[in-house]
């Protein structure tokens, strides 16, 4: 169990998947949580579920002006941040490169590394005036391994990288800065595909542990790298993927171990 009480911790895309996941895990080991988010409906549903030491502020990563507005009505009612995850991000697009328009790859690229980029900005300069904190970004196994989501992948792996020349700048600042990189992970987004025709057997079947990861298993990494458990620990690379980055090294030689 991770204690968080001292903890108050924003978190972009809040009001569902991940981001939902690590509001509520955050929330129930007893941080103050900011909960960010374009929908704001969802958003402050959950707040409203979560209750006592919940808020939330509607907010777009793909305007910087949007992000402090939103972190400023949040200042009013929480503590100094100290914490920061961004979970927040439009869902990749697959076409061929060739096929691919620029506007796709730009949307989807940008969405990412610049929402990253501008959270990372707005809440580390407030972190800078009141003591520091900890800040977890959101890259994906994708960073590691190529796919057939160009703008997505891309974006992902400027995530990490971003990350840790963050990490550089801030780490006498008292500033960490540590990314995830999760893997499949069994949201309700995926179910959606799967109710509407997604055969997910591939998946599975490339995966050792059989199986895509919980969005409360994310979380629960995401708070190990907020807490105070964590702070020798800055730049960091945190792969959760059941194990499906490992399996290239297997399947030439046929199936992967039962």
Known sequence: MIKLQQKSIVVTGGASGIG??????????????????????????????????????????????SIDAALEKLSTSMPAFNGCVTSAGIMPTREP???????????VLENH?????VTCKLVGRRMLATGGGSIVTMSSVLAL???????????????????????????????????ICPGWVDTPFIRKQEAAGRDLSPILNMTPMGRMALPSEI??????????LSSAMTGSVTVADC????????????????
């Open 20 to 65: 939902a996941a690590i509001c509520t895990a955050a929330h129930k080991e007893g941080a103050t949580v900011g909960i960010v988010d374009i929908n704001g409906d969802a958003a402050q549903e959950l707040c409203t579920a979560l209750g006592r030491r919940a808020h939330f502020a509607v907010g777009d990563v793909e305007s910087e002006g």
């Open 97 to 107: 490169i060739e096929e691919m328009p620029l506007e796709n790859f730009k949307r």
């Open 113 to 117: 590394i610049n929402g990253t980029f």
């Open 145 to 179: 391994r190529p796919g057939p989501v160009l703008g997505y992948g891309a974006g992902k792996a400027a995530i990490k990288n971003l990350t840790q020349a963050m990490a550089v700048q801030w780490s006498k600042k008292n500033i960490r800065v540590n990314t």
């Open 219 to 228: 979380a629960n990494i995401a708070l190990f790298l907020l807490s105070d």
């Open 243 to 258: 194990g499906i980055t490992l399996a290239g090294g297997y399947l030439p030689y046929g199936e992967l171990p039962e």
